[in-house]
C-alpha cells in the first residue's frame, strides 16, 4: 500500500524557516517524480514545487521562489522542503504528492498533510 | 500559467441527483486534465485522469469528459459518500493550476 507521511509542520514566527519531511512506503520511491501542493485554511488547492527522480528537474511557484527549496533523499524514502523567509500566506496544510508515472503531471497519491502556520 | 475556473463554486443537491460540474482552461490542455475529491479534513484523492480515464477502485458512477478548454465531471446519481468538494486540475504543464473547486452540499 502506498503511503507518503508528512512531518515537520508547526507555528512558526513570520521570517522564520521550517522543514518539512515525507516518508514514502509501499513503493519504489526512487522511480516517482514528487510534489509540495498547499492549502490555506479554507481555500483551495495550491501546487508548490515538483522534483524529478534524479533532482535534476526542479519547478517551483512563483509564490515560493527563491524561499522554498526542495529536495529527496532516494536512499531514505523521503522527500523535503525546506521553507526560509515564512509569510503568513504561506499558513497551509502541506501535502506531499506523488507524481504517476504515465504523466508527471497528474497527482495520483497524496499524503494526509501537515499544518504550518506563520504567525506572530 | 494556465488558469482554471470551475462553477459552480457550491451547489446543493439530494440523493440520487444527477451532477454535473464544469472546468475551463484558460488556453488548450488536449485531455491533460485530472478531477480530484476531497473530503473535510481528509488528503485530496484522484478520480479522473486525462479527461476521462477513471482511477481504479472509482465508482462507475463517476464520468468526465471534454477536451481543449472545456471539461466536465458527472455524477450520474448522487451517493451519501460522494458530499465532497471537487477540483479540476490542468496537467498539461507547470506550474500546475487547479480549479477553484466545487463544494457539492446535502440539500
Known amino acids: 500500500e502506498v503511503q507518503l507521511v508528512e512531518s515537520g509542520g508547526g507555528l512558526v514566527q513570520p521570517g522564520g524557516s521550517l522543514r518539512l519531511s515525507c516518508a514514502a512506503s509501499?513503493?519504489?520511491?526512487?522511480?516517482?517524480?514528487m510534489n509540495w501542493v498547499r492549502q490555506a485554511p479554507g481555500k483551495g488547492l495550491e501546487w508548490v514545487s515538483y522534483i524529478n527522480t534524479v533532482s535534476t528537474n526542479i519547478f517551483y511557484a512563483d509564490s515560493v521562489k527563491g524561499r522554498f527549496t526542495i529536495s529527496r533523499d532516494n536512499a531514505k524514502n523521503s522527500l523535503l522542503l525546506q521553507m526560509n523567509s515564512l509569510r503568513d500566506e504561506d499558513t497551509a496544510v502541506y501535502y506531499c504528492a506523488r507524481s504517476s508515472t504515465a504523466r508527471w503531471e497528474i497527482l495520483d497519491y497524496w499524503g494526509q498533510g501537515t499544518l504550518v502556520t506563520a504567525s506572530s | 500559467d494556465i488558469q482554471m475556473t470551475q462553477s459552480p463554486s457550491s451547489m446543493s443537491a439530494s440523493v440520487g441527483d444527477r451532477v454535473t460540474i464544469t472546468c475551463r482552461a484558460s488556453q488548450s490542455i488536449s485531455r491533460w486534465l485530472a478531477w480530484y475529491q476531497q473530503k473535510p479534513g481528509k488528503a485530496p484523492n484522484l478520480l479522473i485522469s486525462t479527461a476521462s480515464t477513471l482511477q481504479s477502485g472509482v465508482p462507475s458512477r463517476f464520468s468526465g469528459s471534454g477536451s481543449g478548454t472545456d471539461f466536465t465531471l458527472t455524477i450520474s446519481s448522487l451517493q451519501p459518500e460522494d458530499f465532497a468538494t471537487y477540483y479540476c486540475?490542468?496537467?498539461?504543464?507547470?506550474?500546475?493550476?487547479f480549479g477553484g473547486g466545487t463544494k457539492v452540499e446535502i440539500k
Open positions: 486540475q490542468q496537467a498539461d504543464s507547470f506550474p500546475l493550476t
Open positions: 509501499g513503493f519504489t520511491f526512487s522511480t516517482h517524480n
